[in-house]
């Protein structure tokens, strides 16, 4: 991440209402946003899929050429295929996204972090 | 559990408990919920399920902690009422480990004393294990005592795992003792709904009114002799399966309020103002041809539309091929264990009866058959004087009147064969009875059991034969 923020960059974060999705393979709806090298959004868009599959959002991923995924539950096979694909992976996160992508731009967010207004 | 609650369990045992100490000693998972469904405590087991062992869960939603597809597509708690009551579904969860899990979670409202919602308790079941004893099953072409290689049961068997899947009700046909029970059986376990009642109710057995209250359950003083509230097979059949069997018995006026239930889903208990929303999935199932009944206005074709979303025709015995030897093997096996005998085999000539009797009471009359031999048999292999000896005399009938239908008409031996069948059940089944009665030295629990069937339908065979009780 360190060496992204250094860099105009794409992350994507799949959405559940106001919510980072807790399952990857469950999204009708993800939000791709644009950083800056200092980590400011460039320019950010929701996209609505057809249809929830884990297969079409790393096909979204790779073809928009995102760099960092950003979510909740993911199954294995496919956090490994998005590596494989140089898209970074930061699983397990929990909250509001706009909270989570604060954390992210501010170079904190790592995998497992709770969001949530206790 | 994950961090420590102040909840104790007082004036249960001498001195106070600690709850979330009892939660953790649960063998399934176990998550309290708010009523806005934020999570109060998570017990170990559902800890190790999902892999948040360290992170603090109070207050967090519950989808992003399960993250269940159950939770996300189609969360139960979403449609709950004051009266609802607890709801089970099978899915699958992501875990922190990266790894899908099947899971069951049955989800119940926990209510205070004046029948306000508290809260919720969601209990989630890993179902890897047996989801994988399923598949190596269904490999090894057996679900659940169903036991076939021929292709119409490999048809059967692929198709039982696909059908439970589906919540649509499903109507059963084939001959007597094919296996019809069974199938209803598997359907149910193999299903989300196994976790709920299996309800079986022979619509044959019981006289109509008394069958009514039976399955719609009646008010205390419905009715003369009505005591009690009753609550009726569907209720009891909430969240679960109702199995109808025989539905070819049942009368005209209850397929009315049956078509009413499937449309509605509503019970209405007979002297009751108010209705139960009853969340069942319907399995029926006859030895009776519907359609022929349709025609003669004993069957109304609307129920039978709605019963026959899904078909399964269980072949009989005589179509089933390389099955009975299978099925011989099988039964032989079994009952040698459950008897402890030491019985390995089948003489050549015993096996030689055994596989040309046309078997009319299919696999039930193969199993009683192999069950008395079994009994009888006093050496390490089955012979055929211990077989039963209705067995000899039938076949040594048929071909006598297979020689005199030949001399008579020679034209009879172009039709279908399943009308001589029939004719020859009737008084093959009269001598079974007779014969289950003779052994059971006339108690007639012992003589259904033999027979394997339920007493209610003993009775009513030796009504239908005019056996004398």
Known sequence: ?118 | MSEPTEAFIKGLFNAPISFSSLLDEIPHGILLLDPDRNALVMNRALQGLTGFFHTPVRRLPCAHILRSDICILRCPALGMGPASSGVCREGNLINRNRRKIPVRITLSPLKTEDGHTAGFMETVEDLSLLREMGDQHAEEGRIQGLIGQSPEMKRILNMVPAVAQTDSSVLITGETGTGKDLVAEALHRSSSRAKGPFIKVNCGALPETLLESELFGHKKGAFTGAVDNKPGRFKLAHNGTLFLTEIGDLPLNLQVKLLTFLDDRMIHPLGSSSGFQADVRVIAATHRNLEAMVREDRFRRDLLYRLNVVRIELPPLRRRGEDLRVLLDHFLVTFSRKFNKRIRTYSGESLEVLTRFPYPGNVRELRNMVEYAVNVCDTEQIDVRHLPSYILEEQTETRLQNREDKTASPTLLVGPSQSMDQVSWAGMERRMILEALVRAKGRKGRAADLLGWGRSTLWRKMKEHGIES
Not at chain 1, 3 to 25: M, N, Q, S, T, Y
Not at chain 1, 100 to 113: A, N, T
Request: one cysteine or more; proline letters at 4%; charged letters at 30%.
């Open chain 1, 1 to 118: 991440m360190d060496g992204l923020r250094e860099k105009v960059h794409k992350v994507l974060i799949p959405l559940f209402g106001d919510d980072v999705a807790p399952r990857f393979d469950l999204v009708n709806e993800a939000l791709i946003v644009i950083l800056g090298p200092d980590g400011e959004v460039r320019d950010h868009r929701t996209v609505l899929l057809a249809r929830a599959s884990a297969e079409d959002l790393c096909h979204l991923i790779l073809t928009d050429g995102v760099e960092v995924v950003i979510c909740g539950g993911i199954e294995e096979e496919y956090a490994q295929y998005l590596s494989w694909k140089k898209a970074r992976v930061v699983d397990s996160v929990m909250g509001p996204w706009n909270r989570v992508l604060d954390r992210y731009r501010q170079g904190r967010l790592k995998s497992g972090d709770v969001l949530f207004e206790p």
